[in-house]
């Protein structure tokens, strides 16, 4: 039986080694990895970036000894901050509706200012907290 010729997934040179050798190299596989990665899944991987970008801001806005803060429209946009995106929203029983980035959220007021909140963990083990 002669052995088998395999070649490098990334660019079809022929490899030496053993026998479940994928890549001739590691530019190769990084190379290969990469373009995996790609492709139709850099728009989630754009969309969680910006999240996360989003919930830094929002924590950035908010001291760690304060409940809430105040932030206008204008400091948010001018941070970054990008309105589309956000993890999930929670409708008070008075209608308020809070849209959250991860533990981060923040509710829209009067005069382009928001209330940036702090998700207080025991809301966490609450089944219905999550309302779109």
Do not use: W
Not at 31 to 48: C, D, Q, T, V
Not at 93 to 113: A, N, P, V
């Amino acid at each position: 039986m002669s052995p088998r010729i395999q070649n490098c997934i990334d660019c079809g040179a022929p490899l030496n080694g053993r026998a479940d050798k994928r890549f001739c190299d590691d530019y190769c596989r990084i190379h290969y990895n990469n373009k995996m990665k790609s492709g139709s899944n850099n728009l989630i991987r754009n969309i969680n970036n910006a999240l996360k970008k989003n919930r830094n801001i929002l924590a950035g806005f908010l001291k760690e000894d304060e409940e809430t803060a105040k932030i206008s429209r204008e400091k948010l946009l001018g941070n970054g901050f990008i309105f589309k995106y956000g993890t999930h929203s929670y409708t008070t029983k008075k209608g308020s509706k809070y849209i959250y980035c991860y533990d981060y959220g923040y509710l829209k007021l009067e005069h382009d200012l928001f209330l940036v909140v702090r998700l207080k963990t025991e809301h966490l083990d609450k089944p219905n907290f999550i309302k779109g």
